[in-house]
């Protein structure tokens, strides 16, 4: 028999399955022309470049996460109290803004050619310079935003780990560097890959940067065959197509952390860091600071001077509007989050069996589904209950009832 909390887990896994559904079961509706057409053009970019994202922002978030939360957490140098929380600012930059930015600055008539040129007196033919809005310019501006997610677990991985490994290690000899590969970082795996399947999620979900450097993707493959080509089923379709892409990183991360554990049994005690000396501390403070300054300081600083020199003065009117509507959906939201997963949480604690906890982890999924895929799956159910809505009143009320 199904009690209160049993039926609110399944109440809510189903609101939230629901997108994720419909996206499904559009596969079952094959439209041959125009799967012809997006197999004749654009699906093989939507595919390769997805996979370059995928592969190249994997790669650099996990090289810069690990080692400035393995520095941070370890060692002693100096700027090393400061990095330790302003590693987590570029956070504070949405990924298109970011490419914004960097677009601006490094563009032909930007700031840092223009510099250049000066200083080198050279004309446009004298040298070569990469463009930024490439796949390679998109993997850089995407790692500079979601290394602090691979940062942030990785950091409290190492921390959390027992003072006896250090000890024990540094009996037998171990430098930093092999205590470092042989000890601290198989140990904080599980976290490490936690952090990569997050950022990962967050690059095949992302529009605003990909569409800025017109790059094809999935996402903005959705897009255009929703609007462009007027085929919501087959929009839903590629919803499918990436809905994979996302269920394949989660299954790599589970199966990268397969059956092992991870438990601490001893008591913890403040770990005893590394104190750089030399050429060391420097290169630390650099390699901690520059990410910083890359994906936080820069961007910043560009922003303040393209508002400075080229501001709308009739901007200001709107900010107002602007920020209250992004406030109040950033509230809005916050508040019906932490109730649903307080209820769900509590739901698991009271209702400890199968049905609950599959029902609940089908309710976490909303993180993992971009929010192009849950979008298509909403419109549709309620484009056509709409439709169906309007139909029905005009044939026996004689009267429109518009959008519900």
Same mark, same amino acid.
């Given at each position: 028999?199904?009690?209160?909390?049993?039926?609110?887990?399944?109440?809510?896994?189903?609101?939230?399955?629901?997108?994720?559904?419909?996206?499904? %079961? &559009?596969?079952?509706?094959?439209?041959? $022309? !125009?799967?012809?057409? +997006?197999?004749? #053009?654009?699906?093989?970019?939507? *595919?390769?470049?997805?996979?370059?994202?995928?592969?190249?922002?994997?790669?650099?978030?996990?090289?810069?996460?690990?080692?400035?939360?393995?520095?941070?957490?370890?060692?002693?140098?100096?700027?090393?109290?400061?990095?330790?929380?302003?590693?987590?600012?570029?956070?504070?930059?949405?990924?298109?803004?970011?490419?914004?930015?960097?677009?601006?600055?490094?563009?032909?008539?930007?700031?840092?050619?223009?510099?250049?040129?000066?200083?080198?007196?050279?004309?446009?033919?004298?040298?070569?310079?990469?463009?930024?809005?490439?796949?390679?310019?998109?993997?850089?501006?995407?790692?500079?935003?979601?290394?602090?997610?691979?940062?942030?677990?990785?950091?409290?991985?190492? %921390? &959390?780990?027992?003072?006896?490994?250090? $000890? !024990?290690?540094?009996? +037998?000899?171990? #430098?930093?560097?092999?205590?470092? *590969?042989?000890?601290?970082?198989?140990?904080?795996?599980?976290?490490?890959?936690?952090?990569?399947?997050?950022?990962?999620?967050?690059?095949?979900?992302?529009?605003?940067?990909?569409?800025?450097?017109?790059?094809?993707?999935?996402?903005?493959?959705?897009?255009?065959?929703?609007?462009?080509?007027?085929?919501?089923?087959?929009?839903?379709?590629?919803?499918?197509?990436?809905?994979?892409?996302?269920?394949?990183?989660?299954?790599?991360?589970?199966?990268?952390?397969?059956?092992?554990?991870?438990?601490?049994?001893?008591?913890?005690?403040?770990?005893?860091?590394?104190?750089?000396?030399?050429?060391?501390?420097?290169?630390?403070?650099?390699?901690?600071?520059?990410?910083?300054?890359?994906?936080?300081?820069?961007?910043?600083? !560009?922003?303040?001077?393209?508002?400075?020199?080229?501001?709308?003065?009739?901007?200001?009117?709107?900010?107002?509007?602007?920020?209250?509507?992004?406030?109040?959906?950033?509230?809005?939201?916050?508040?019906?989050?932490?109730?649903?997963?307080?209820?769900?949480?509590?739901?698991?604690?009271?209702?400890?069996?199968?049905?609950?906890?599959?029902?609940?982890?089908?309710?976490?999924?909303?993180?993992?589904?971009?929010?192009?895929?849950?979008?298509?799956?909403?419109?549709?159910?309620?484009?056509?209950?709409?439709?169906?809505?309007?139909?029905?009143?005009?044939?026996?009320?004689?009267?429109?009832?518009?959008?519900?």
């Amino acid at each position: 028999m199904l009690d209160r909390w049993s039926l609110l887990a399944l109440i809510v896994a189903s609101i939230v399955g629901m997108p994720v559904l419909v996206v499904a %079961l &559009s596969v079952l509706v094959p439209d041959v $022309d !125009v799967w012809h057409h +997006l197999a004749t #053009t654009v699906l093989g970019d939507y *595919v390769s470049n997805t996979f370059a994202l995928i592969f190249g922002v994997g790669i650099g978030v996990t090289v810069i996460g690990v080692s400035t939360a393995w520095l941070v957490a370890m060692c002693r140098f100096p700027g090393q109290r400061i990095a330790e929380w302003a590693l987590l600012l570029p956070f504070a930059v949405p990924t298109y803004i970011m490419g914004y930015t960097y677009t601006d600055f490094f563009q032909f008539a930007g700031p840092f050619q223009t510099t250049l040129r000066d200083l080198m007196g050279w004309t446009r033919d004298d040298y070569w310079f990469p463009q930024i809005r490439t796949v390679g310019g998109a993997i850089f501006v995407m790692t500079m935003v979601l290394f602090p997610y691979v940062y942030l677990l990785a950091r409290t991985a190492f %921390l &959390s780990q027992s003072r006896c490994l250090l $000890d !024990v290690s540094r009996t +037998l000899g171990r #430098t930093p560097w092999r205590h470092f *590969v042989e000890i601290g970082l198989p140990m904080a795996r599980p976290a490490i890959a936690g952090g990569v399947a997050l950022a990962l999620m967050e690059t095949v979900a992302d529009f605003g940067t990909v569409q800025y450097f017109g790059i094809n993707t999935f996402t903005t493959g959705i897009y255009r065959t929703w609007f462009a080509l007027g085929e919501p089923i087959a929009a839903a379709q590629l919803s499918a197509m990436l809905m994979v892409f996302v269920l394949v990183i989660l299954w790599l991360e589970r199966h990268h952390r397969g059956e092992a554990r991870y438990d601490h049994t001893t008591a913890m005690r403040p770990l005893k860091c590394y104190e750089l000396t030399g050429v060391k501390k420097y290169m630390a403070t650099a390699v901690c600071w520059l990410p910083i300054i890359l994906g936080f300081v820069l961007p910043v600083a !560009v922003l303040v001077s393209m508002t400075i020199e080229q501001g709308d003065a009739m901007f200001l009117g709107k900010f107002w509007t602007l920020a209250r509507n992004s406030f109040s959906l950033a509230a809005l939201s916050a508040l019906l989050i932490v109730g649903v997963a307080i209820l769900l949480a509590y739901a698991v604690r009271l209702r400890d069996n199968a049905l609950v906890k599959g029902a609940v982890r089908l309710a976490s999924l909303g993180y993992a589904i971009p929010g192009t895929v849950i979008a298509v799956g909403t419109l549709i159910p309620f484009a056509r209950a709409d439709n169906a809505i309007n139909i029905w009143a005009q044939t026996y009320l004689g009267f429109s009832t518009g959008l519900l």
